[in-house]
């Protein structure tokens, strides 16, 4: 007997569930080139889902379904929240770039994404190590189908093919990991894991040995070196509004069953997979922000931005637990730290690769970097939303992206760990290099002379989407405390049980 | 609204309507529209003259409001005898810039008027923030439109030039970051520059802070040896831009050492004071031999400018009441003066398109009105009394001699090098006969540009005249201050 709260809490997903098939129904009848039906109904049931998201976080309630396989708390419930929400920016900017590839011939693109989605809401309501890699497979194969939409361009199957196998193999491993955890404590729930880890019965061997494998399968997913081989790759060879779709919403997801698995579940092990998270993190500032001067290709610079900006996700990540002690105020600091970041970085990539979607036109997919010379003359409005984003990733103030780099080192040098402290200073000396290439392309679009006089333009919905997401960026960036809070909040509620 | 919010957002409120709705189409009503801005930014600043108390060294007109709660930062804004004339000094700059950029930019004025707008409001928030994220915020934020107006409207080697600005500043300020942070933490979780002023810290820690400042600071005024950006920025620079760094810009720098170093790491600044006597010593009298050999009239000023701020530096180190007030007139008083300087190039670049010396000779015979105002520039960049120059460099040469002979002693030579060049130039600028056809065929300003020389040269003769309203409103702060730094944090 299946009870009420069980329903409650992936009620939701069912709705998103029940009316991804309905529209995949729907589409069959829709004839225009641009699905205009099938685009607004999945628009407003994405926005009935987000309301639901957002009304579940905001009465801050934790309640776990079936059999405690699933949790619905605050932070769960605001990483769907926005995740939906970013799936919906990430829509409205894909679909002219869609149509002019004939990547909408059906409405599988709606529809895929919208399992995509799906696949993200179960990772993040996870609590349970097969729930958790039921959700990772769903999104996972629903990425590989949109990579591979546009089935006539070589790139784009290339990528998918190279997506396909790296991803296979990082579920494996993470797969492989869980099932050692499995064998040491008996157990798949999360918090039956958490207590038999932390009464010190299990052989540490074989739980380390596990937390390799899942810490090198959480690292694939979230695309840190020296795991972040595809990334570059399936960024650039990818269609840019499907790269849009893996680089934005996945990432918060990959983000929440982080917290899940390791803070949730192997808390105890802290000490351990800290120091797993310190080397994959200064791998990633060095290897992201180095690598990334070198590319004239913009997608794949941001590839190589990603792994940077993943690299101070995990800063975050490590500060949260000092020496083994668990500090109420440390790991609050650390983890939101690192919740804010994901989510603001979320907010930037998005208008960023709106920027690029926006430019490109038929037969001309505008990723080089030399295609944005002298954007600035041609359109000062989205070369203006482009510039707030870069200097978002540069970590400028003011604009969000200083204010999450803010937090993440506070957190770190909140520590008093010398280590720590030192790897703050790197991680700052990174973020000046990042400042470099960051900057070589807002000179590009400010300071060359434009190679086109054409004017750019854009359907009204790209138009105004585009322009409120680059005024987000500054608004949170004059006034972050809310989101900083919010996130605060919503990680005490989340690890409080 | 309190007034110095006022003077902080009415420029940027300006700046943002300019560039949300400014066409080159329309660039005389963007022009005016940007005039208005900076006319009403810079008479916001004037109710603050009145209602300023002497004779306390509190902070005034005080705004406060929580801003990011999580970590406890504050919208906190006030002014004491240092900060207060900065807030009138950068309106009127930018006052003044808008008037002499009217005609020489010509493409994109709304974004070009627009940005110094912007900067403007960000600077004076330099100037007024109490809390340490809301300097730091305004401080970082400042590079954004520099950057732009460099590597838009500047010189050929402009991309150059606003990379090395951007990134060497940047530098700087990130290891600033790190030291607020970990004030932060020391604290028990305070931006509060009051608050950090009377925490006591150990002898490392003080050492440390105070070298994570000098990194942001130094760059900044910038000091000797990291002023190397500096020439280059200023060459490549438009005339705006440059008058702007000098004018203002670099007193950020200046002003951090009083605002952050000295009260917060006053055991360390007093135990580090000969280095930063002897890097002023280096620029002012070193930079100020390299000025001499250039041959480029902006690098010649920039490497003045470093002399200069050499000398403000060299003031505050010195621990004494002439040697800090001396630095802070100083600031002002190359404000108005290094300005004029720039914008007098300008005049020059606008009609010939050169900033060479040897293009130049003879400038007296064409136009005789602008070299006289010139020359009222040159003699107050070499100190003549009388100008502005001449109060800042002289109560810092005093105060220096009060405290080590030899050290005011070598100010002083410095006094001569500072005419050298300046006395140099001008001659082979504007003296002798007609040096070739480009001299022959200028004209002498305009009324326009008569208008913003005129309103300089007021300001560096009323400075150097009368400089009491300026060391009356600094006395007791600089008084409390260094009462302050002479207490020992050590605990």
Same mark, same amino acid.
């Given at each position: 007997?299946?009870?009420?709260?069980?329903?409650?809490?992936?009620?939701?997903?069912?709705?998103?569930?029940?009316?991804?098939?309905?529209?995949?129904?729907?589409?069959?009848?829709?004839?225009?080139?641009?699905?205009?039906?099938?685009?607004?109904?999945?628009?407003?049931?994405?926005?009935?889902?987000?309301?639901?998201?957002?009304?579940?976080?905001?009465?801050?309630?934790?309640?776990?379904?079936?059999?405690?396989?699933?949790?619905?708390?605050?932070?769960?419930?605001?990483?769907?929240?926005?995740?939906?929400?970013?799936?919906?920016?990430?829509?409205?900017?894909?679909?002219?770039?869609?149509?002019?590839?004939?990547?909408?011939?059906?409405?599988?693109?709606?529809?895929?994404?919208?399992?995509?989605?799906?696949?993200?809401?179960?990772?993040?309501?996870?609590?349970?190590?097969?729930?958790?890699?039921?959700?990772?497979?769903?999104?996972?194969?629903?990425?590989?189908?949109?990579?591979?939409?546009?089935?006539?361009?070589?790139?784009?199957?290339?990528?998918?093919?190279?997506?396909?196998?790296?991803?296979?193999?990082?579920?494996?491993?993470?797969?492989?990991?869980?099932?050692?955890?499995?064998?040491?404590?008996?157990?798949?729930?999360?918090?039956?894991?958490?207590?038999?880890?932390?009464?010190?019965?299990?052989?540490?061997?074989?739980?380390?040995?596990?937390? /390799?494998?899942?810490?090198?399968?959480?690292?694939?997913?979230?695309?840190?070196?020296?795991?972040?081989?595809?990334?570059?790759?399936?960024?650039?060879?990818?269609?840019?509004?499907?790269?849009?779709?893996?680089?934005?919403?996945?990432?918060?997801?990959?983000?929440?069953?982080?917290?899940?698995?390791?803070?949730?579940?192997?808390?105890?092990?802290?000490?351990?997979?800290?120091?797993?998270?310190?080397?994959?993190?200064?791998?990633?500032?060095?290897?992201?922000?180095?690598?990334?001067?070198?590319?004239?290709?913009?997608?794949?610079?941001?590839?190589?931005?990603?792994?940077?900006?993943?690299?101070?996700?995990?800063?975050?990540?490590?500060?949260?637990?000092?020496?083994?002690?668990?500090?109420?105020?440390?790991?609050?600091?650390?983890?939101?730290?690192?919740?804010?970041?994901?989510?603001?970085? /979320?907010?930037?990539?998005?208008?960023?690769?709106?920027?690029?979607?926006?430019?490109?036109?038929?037969?001309?997919?505008?990723?080089?970097?030399?295609?944005?010379?002298?954007?600035?003359?041609?359109?000062?409005?989205?070369?203006?939303?482009?510039?707030?984003?870069?200097?978002?990733?540069?970590?400028?103030?003011?604009?969000?992206?200083?204010?999450?780099?803010?937090?993440?080192?506070?957190?770190? /040098?909140?520590?008093?760990?010398?280590?720590?402290?030192?790897?703050?200073?790197?991680?700052?000396?990174?973020?000046?290099?990042?400042?470099?290439?960051?900057?070589?392309?807002?000179?590009?679009?400010?300071?060359?002379?434009?190679?086109?006089?054409?004017?750019?333009?854009?359907?009204?919905?790209?138009?105004?989407?585009?322009?409120?997401?680059?005024?987000?960026?500054?608004?949170?960036?004059?006034?972050?405390?809310?989101?900083?809070?919010?996130?605060?909040?919503?990680?005490?509620?989340?690890?409080?049980? | 609204?309190?007034?110095?919010?006022?003077?902080?957002?009415?420029?940027?409120?300006?700046?943002?309507?300019?560039?949300?709705?400014?066409?080159?189409?329309?660039?005389?009503?963007?022009?005016?529209?940007?005039?208005?801005?900076?006319?009403?930014?810079?008479?916001?600043?004037?109710?603050?003259?009145?209602?300023?108390?002497?004779?306390?060294?509190?902070?005034?007109?005080?705004?406060?409001?929580?801003?990011?709660?999580?970590?406890?930062?504050?919208?906190?804004?006030?002014?004491?005898?240092?900060?207060?004339?900065?807030?009138?000094?950068?309106?009127?700059?930018?006052?003044?810039?808008?008037?002499?950029?009217?005609?020489?930019?010509?493409?994109?004025?709304?974004?070009?008027?627009?940005?110094?707008?912007?900067?403007?409001?960000?600077?004076?928030?330099?100037?007024?923030?109490?809390?340490?994220?809301?300097?730091?915020?305004?401080?970082?934020?400042?590079?954004?439109?520099?950057?732009?107006?460099?590597?838009?409207?500047?010189?050929?080697?402009?991309?150059?030039?606003?990379?090395?600005?951007?990134?060497?500043?940047?530098?700087?300020?990130?290891?600033?970051?790190?030291?607020?942070?970990?004030?932060?933490?020391?604290?028990?979780?305070?931006?509060?520059?009051?608050?950090?002023?009377?925490?006591?810290?150990?002898?490392?820690?003080?050492?440390?802070?105070?070298?994570?400042?000098?990194?942001?600071?130094?760059?900044?005024?910038?000091?000797?040896?990291?002023?190397?950006?500096?020439?280059?920025?200023?060459?490549?620079?438009?005339?705006?831009?440059?008058?702007?760094?000098?004018?203002?810009?670099?007193?950020?720098?200046?002003?951090?050492?009083?605002?952050?170093?000295?009260?917060?790491?006053?055991?360390? $600044?007093?135990?580090?004071?000969?280095?930063?006597?002897?890097? $002023?010593?280096?620029?002012?009298?070193?930079?100020?031999?390299?000025?001499?050999?250039?041959?480029?009239?902006?690098?010649?000023?920039?490497?003045? $400018?470093?002399?200069?701020?050499?000398?403000?530096?060299?003031?505050?180190?010195?621990?004494?009441?002439?040697?800090?007030?001396?630095?802070?007139?100083?600031?002002?008083?190359?404000?108005?003066?290094?300005?004029?300087?720039?914008?007098?190039?300008?005049?020059?670049?606008?009609?010939?398109?050169?900033?060479?010396?040897?293009?130049?000779?003879?400038?007296?015979?064409?136009?005789?009105?602008?070299?006289?105002?010139?020359?009222?520039?040159?003699?107050?960049?070499?100190?003549?009394?009388?100008?502005?120059?001449?109060?800042?460099?002289?109560?810092?040469?005093?105060?220096?001699?009060?405290?080590?002979?030899?050290?005011?002693?070598?100010?002083?030579?410095?006094?001569?090098?500072?005419?050298?060049?300046?006395?140099?130039?001008?001659?082979?600028?504007?003296?002798?006969?007609?040096?070739?056809?480009?001299?022959?065929?200028?004209?002498?300003?305009?009324?326009?540009?008569?208008?913003?020389?005129?309103?300089?040269?007021?300001?560096?003769?009323?400075?150097?005249?009368?400089?009491?309203?300026?060391?009356?409103?600094?006395?007791?702060?600089?008084?409390?201050?260094?009462?302050?730094?002479?207490?020992?944090?050590?605990?």
């Amino acid at each position: 007997m299946i009870d009420n709260i069980s329903w409650l809490a992936i009620y939701p997903e069912i709705v998103l569930l029940t009316m991804a098939c309905v529209i995949a129904l729907v589409d069959l009848g829709v004839h225009s080139a641009r699905r205009t039906a099938t685009y607004v109904l999945t628009l407003l049931t994405l926005a009935v889902v987000a309301g639901l998201q957002a009304m579940y976080a905001s009465s801050g309630n934790t309640f776990y379904g079936f059999g405690n396989m699933v949790v619905s708390d605050a932070m769960g419930n605001w990483l769907k929240c926005f995740a939906t929400v970013a799936m919906m920016i990430t829509l409205v900017y894909a679909r002219p770039y869609a149509a002019d590839r004939g990547m909408m011939r059906g409405g599988e693109m709606f529809t895929l994404s919208m399992f995509a989605l799906l696949g993200m809401f179960i990772m993040i309501s996870g609590n349970n190590f097969l729930v958790i890699y039921l959700g990772l497979e769903l999104l996972t194969l629903s990425s590989y189908a949109l990579v591979a939409l546009r089935r006539d361009n070589a790139t784009a199957t290339e990528a998918a093919m190279k997506y396909f196998v790296l991803g296979a193999m990082a579920s494996g491993f993470l797969l492989y990991g869980l099932s050692m955890i499995y064998g040491a404590t008996g157990s798949l729930d999360i918090g039956q894991v958490f207590k038999a880890v932390n009464s010190g019965q299990i052989r540490h061997q074989v739980l380390v040995f596990g937390l /390799v494998f899942v810490v090198a399968g959480l690292a694939f997913k979230l695309g840190v070196v020296p795991f972040h081989m595809w990334i570059p790759d399936v960024y650039q060879g990818a269609p840019t509004a499907v790269t849009l779709m893996i680089g934005g919403a996945p990432k918060l997801a990959a983000f929440a069953i982080t917290i899940r698995l390791l803070v949730d579940g192997l808390l105890p092990l802290a000490i351990d997979w800290q120091q797993m998270l310190a080397v994959l993190a200064i791998g990633s500032l060095l290897v992201g922000n180095l690598a990334a001067i070198a590319q004239t290709n913009l997608k794949r610079m941001l590839a190589y931005s990603t792994i940077s900006q993943m690299g101070f996700v995990l800063l975050g990540l490590m500060s949260g637990v000092v020496n083994g002690n668990v500090d109420a105020t440390a790991v609050e600091n650390a983890y939101s730290a690192s919740m804010f970041y994901v989510v603001t970085y /979320v907010l930037t990539t998005l208008a960023a690769f709106g920027v690029i979607l926006l430019l490109a036109r038929e037969g001309f997919e505008s990723e080089e970097i030399s295609d944005f010379a002298g954007l600035n003359q041609r359109s000062p409005l989205y070369a203006g939303v482009m510039a707030v984003c870069l200097f978002s990733m540069a970590g400028i103030p003011p604009l969000v992206g200083f204010y999450a780099k803010l937090a993440v080192l506070q957190a770190l /040098v909140a520590s008093g760990q010398t280590l720590y402290i030192a790897m703050a200073v790197f991680a700052v000396i990174m973020s000046l290099i990042g400042a470099f290439y960051y900057l070589r392309v807002v000179k590009v679009m400010y300071f060359d002379a434009p190679l086109t006089a054409s004017n750019v333009s854009a359907p009204a919905d790209v138009r105004v989407v585009l322009t409120l997401n680059g005024a987000l960026l500054l608004v949170l960036g004059l006034l972050p405390g809310g989101l900083m809070a919010l996130c605060a909040d919503a990680v005490v509620r989340a690890l409080a049980t | 609204m309190g007034l110095l919010s006022l003077a902080i957002w009415a420029p940027i409120a300006f700046g943002v309507l300019l560039l949300a709705i400014g066409r080159d189409e329309h660039a005389r009503a963007v022009r005016w529209l940007a005039l208005v801005g900076a006319v009403v930014g810079f008479l916001v600043t004037l109710p603050l003259h009145d209602g300023f108390q002497l004779g306390t060294a509190a902070m005034q007109f005080v705004e406060k409001a929580a801003w990011i709660e999580r970590f406890n930062i504050h919208y906190h804004l006030g002014v004491d005898g240092i900060s207060f004339w900065f807030v009138p000094l950068t309106a009127f700059i930018t006052v003044i810039v808008v008037v002499a950029s009217w005609e020489s930019i010509t493409e994109r004025v709304n974004q070009y008027m627009g940005a110094f707008l912007i900067l403007s409001g960000l600077m004076i928030g330099v100037f007024t923030a109490l809390d340490g994220m809301l300097f730091y915020v305004f401080f970082e934020a400042t590079l954004i439109p520099m950057y732009l107006i460099i590597g838009i409207w500047g010189g050929p080697n402009k991309i150059y030039a606003a990379f090395k600005f951007f990134l060497y500043t940047l530098l700087g300020s990130l290891l600033m970051l790190i030291a607020l942070i970990f004030l932060y933490n020391q604290s028990g979780g305070s931006f509060d520059i009051a608050t950090w002023h009377q925490l006591p810290l150990s002898r490392t820690a003080q050492t440390l802070l105070f070298f994570g400042f000098l990194a942001a600071f130094a760059v900044k005024v910038p000091m000797w040896p990291v002023h190397t950006w500096l020439p280059d920025v200023h060459v490549e620079a438009p005339t705006g831009g440059s008058a702007v760094l000098a004018a203002i810009m670099l007193k950020l720098g200046a002003y951090g050492f009083l605002r952050f170093s000295m009260p917060i790491a006053p055991d360390a $600044s007093r135990e580090w004071a000969w280095l930063m006597i002897a890097l $002023s010593l280096i620029a002012v009298i070193y930079v100020g031999l390299v000025a001499m050999v250039q041959k480029d009239m902006k690098k010649l000023v920039a490497y003045s $400018s470093v002399a200069h701020m050499g000398f403000v530096t060299l003031g505050f180190f010195i621990f004494n009441d002439l040697g800090v007030s001396g630095g802070l007139v100083q600031m002002i008083a190359h404000g108005f003066v290094s300005g004029a300087m720039f914008l007098s190039i300008g005049v020059l670049y606008d009609r010939v398109h050169s900033r060479e010396i040897a293009a130049y000779g003879g400038v007296v015979n064409t136009m005789p009105n602008f070299t006289a105002f010139a020359l009222l520039f040159a003699m107050a960049n070499c100190g003549l009394p009388g100008t502005a120059g001449f109060v800042g460099e002289w109560m810092v040469i005093l105060g220096a001699v009060k405290a080590n002979f030899w050290i005011g002693l070598a100010a002083a030579t410095a006094l001569i090098f500072g005419a050298a060049y300046t006395l140099w130039m001008f001659k082979r600028v504007y003296l002798g006969p007609v040096g070739n056809d480009n001299v022959k065929g200028l004209t002498d300003i305009d009324s326009r540009e008569f208008l913003v020389l005129a309103l300089l040269g007021i300001a560096v003769l009323a400075m150097g005249l009368y400089p009491r309203p300026f060391t009356d409103v600094m006395d007791t702060s600089v008084a409390e201050l260094l009462k302050h730094v002479a207490l020992s944090k050590l605990n």
